[in-house]
Nanobody
Framework: QVQLVESGGGLVQPGGSLRLSCAVSSSIFKIYTMAWYRQIPGNQRERESVATISPISSTNYADFVRGRFTISRDNAKNTMYLQMDNLKPEDTAVYFC????????????WGQGTQVTVSS
């Protein structure tokens, strides 16, 4: 059973930065594509993909974060990161991590997520 623990969220002003971490409890992390998702206020069921990263660090970004966010991973630490720069109020959401797999559901159970709030 793999556990996911997100951290690093907080309250920042527009234009500020945060660095999120996703700790995975197993070394199988290294062979899985990983992704960051967000769940925006007022939509408690849907999580949308923010960015993905392959086991060899090939990356893909949603249009709404491209050029501002950077996804990365450290396979030796079983940890994934999301560097968030030039944050906007519309980035406010709970951010989750998981492995997307190839179907409708992610590979593992969801963690608790970490809250990001962008406000002046």
């Amino acid at each position: 059973q793999v556990q996911l623990v997100e951290s690093g969220g907080g309250l920042v002003q527009p234009g500020g930065s945060l660095r999120l971490s996703c700790a995975v409890s197993s070394s199988i992390f290294k062979i899985y594509t990983m992704a960051w998702y967000r769940q925006i206020p007022g939509n408690q069921r849907e999580r949308e993909s923010v960015a993905t990263i392959s086991p060899i660090s090939s990356t893909n970004y949603a249009d709404f974060v491209r050029g501002r966010f950077t996804i990365s991973r450290d396979n030796a630490k079983n940890t994934m990161y999301l560097q968030m720069d030039n944050l906007k109020p519309e980035d406010t959401a709970v951010y989750f991590c998981n492995s997307p797999g190839g179907g409708a559901s992610p590979v593992w159970n969801w963690g608790q997520g970490t809250q990001v709030t962008v406000s002046s």
